[in-house]
């Protein structure tokens, strides 16, 4: 079988787990903090906080920001359902803004539509390792004094204009093993703001800087040093994994290219793509599906519902018709990209594909 997604660990992280287990400080401590530094580095950001998951990260983030019951944030409909629940823990309400057929990110178009008094942010997620149109949506944040908070769980070191994902507003990362890099569960919030940095540190700490000084509610939601020692070795190889997933993309739209039945993922201009998943829209996509899971390809379909359909949703009363995403739902279908896969998988997957196609 050709797994959909495998984490890539090795001596290296085995060691450093090996080595803080050795310490006796094995909740958050000193190599928590090196993990922050290095990551708030590679993101080109003043700051970051390290937490327990990708989830954690932006319910924090939003909690920083001060927001909650009676405000409304615009997020993507086309996600994880972490994305839209991380407002709902605030008591805020999210309002779900249309996305774009080929990159499947928000649609800042479709965001201006859903701006109301009560709208306090802005939340992009940068979809299967695709930046969200920065340039957009921070004009349309800077005109109506809007924040912006980064869903970047699906894109280490994706780029747009030059600049990394995570660093435009307050990002929020995840480090789940399916995740471009991991630490297990762990997540991270990246900001320029030192206030808010240091809002979410004490958020993620019982609301406490001192000792059993708590100075508003906060949550346990901190990363162990287990963890961070796992992510600073996985950092270090973010960049060759990516180029990895990268030529592995390439690879894919070549060999893909010439059956018409299906789109490729697109690039957009000024963006650097880091392949968290590789995602092609077909009309028989369950039919395809079924066919390589016969030749043993794993795949996945991210998301085969839309959040605002989901039961809980519904449950909350959502009715909203959003044509764009709900469609992508029956089409889309992930092959696998990730670094561990060989030439020889690579060109199975094609051709499985490619035999699908001419019997059809
Ligand atoms: C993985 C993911 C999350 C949540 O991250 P966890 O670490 O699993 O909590 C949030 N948003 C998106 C888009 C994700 O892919």
Redesign the pocket.
Known sequence: MIPIAKPLLGKEEINAVTEVLSSGMIAQGPKVEEFELAFSEYTGCEYAAAVN????A?HIALLAHGIGKGDEVITSPF??I??ANSILYTGAKPVFADIESDTYNIDPERIQEKITPKTRAILP?H?YGHPADMKAIMEIAEDDKLIVIE?A??SHGAACLGKRVGSFGTG?F???PT?NMTTS???MLTTDEKEIAEKAKMIRAHGSKVRYLHEMLGFNLRMTDIAAAIGLVQLGKLDGFTATRQKNAETLSAGLKIITEIAPPVIRADCTHVF?QYTIRAEKRDQLAAFLKEKEIGTGIHYPISIHKQPVYRELGYKDSLPVSEKATEEVLSLPVHPALSRTDLQEIVEAIKEFYAKE
């Open positions: 998951s990708g989830t954690a932006l996600s994880f972490a994305t997620v979809l869903d769980c699906q929020a995840s480090f789940y995740k569960e762990g997540g968290h």
